[in-house]
């Protein structure tokens, strides 16, 4: 029990589709992140979201939009995604994102991702 | 630039000690990070390391030389759960807002 839950855990979605995923966060923490994580490949960072404002976009393509409503929720908004966007993506949250020993960052399950 | 470097494979005997290895290139430390991550599942937290030496938990214990730009995790008395990836992740405060930087993972394999 990582206290950062997922929905959904799988998701299988064409090119013209549009869905969303979602995270969850019970820990009482004011940062929130999205990963892509593929096979053979380091988990890439995509976006960070502190006390519900971005911080951080690591150049990801617009079909990706995040949106963070408060402290404990984040979504992540898809469409018209291509077959290469097929892979894990995890969120993650933690107490703070300046870099202090505290920071330490809790992942939820993730959602596997396939675009067909 | 950033550079994370593990093992991609190991292999090792149930009840036998493994150390997985990282070393890493950045342009600013400020701490360490292992994960393990089993298959389909969420990484899950195990070591911090900021300053040289080792930090030991149950079987678990990581080491730290920032001096030479290396880490690694040892695990004890290896139990078949143990097989699973494990993330070294660095805290660059030189690169950025990114908070960690992630290398590629170990995949573990203990056998009977």
């Known amino acids: 029990e990582t206290g950062v839950t997922q929905t959904p855990r799988h998701l299988v979605m064409g090119m013209t589709n549009k869905k969303s995923l979602k995270c969850e966060q019970h820990l009482g923490h004011n940062a929130m992140y999205w990963y892509k994580q593929s096979a053979k490949k380091p988990l890439e960072l995509m976006f960070v979201y502190s006390l519900e404002e971005r911080v951080e976009n690591n150049s990801v393509p617009s079909r990706f939009s995040p949106e963070c409503p408060n402290s404990s929720h984040l979504f992540l908004h898809l469409h018209t995604l291509q077959p290469e966007d097929s892979a894990l993506y995890l969120c993650a949250s933690s107490q703070g994102w300046t870099g202090s020993s505290t920071d330490t960052q809790y992942f939820g399950p993730g959602t596997r991702l396939t675009v067909l | 630039g950033q550079n994370i470097d593990q093992p991609t494979e190991m292999t090792a005997t149930e009840g036998a000690i493994v150390q997985i290895n990282c070393t890493y290139q950045?342009?600013?430390?400020?701490?360490l990070f292992w994960y393990q991550q089993h298959a389909g599942e969420a990484p899950t937290f195990l070591s911090y390391n900021v300053l040289d030496g080792l930090e030991e938990k149950g079987r678990f214990s990581s080491f730290l030389s920032r001096s030479k730009g290396y880490s690694y995790l040892l695990l004890k008395e290896l139990q078949m759960k143990d097989s699973a990836s494990y993330l070294c992740a660095v805290r660059d405060p030189d690169s950025g807002n990114t908070p960690l930087v992630f290398g590629k993972g170990t995949r573990l394999s203990v056998i009977a």
């Open positions: 950045t342009s600013g430390f400020n701490g």
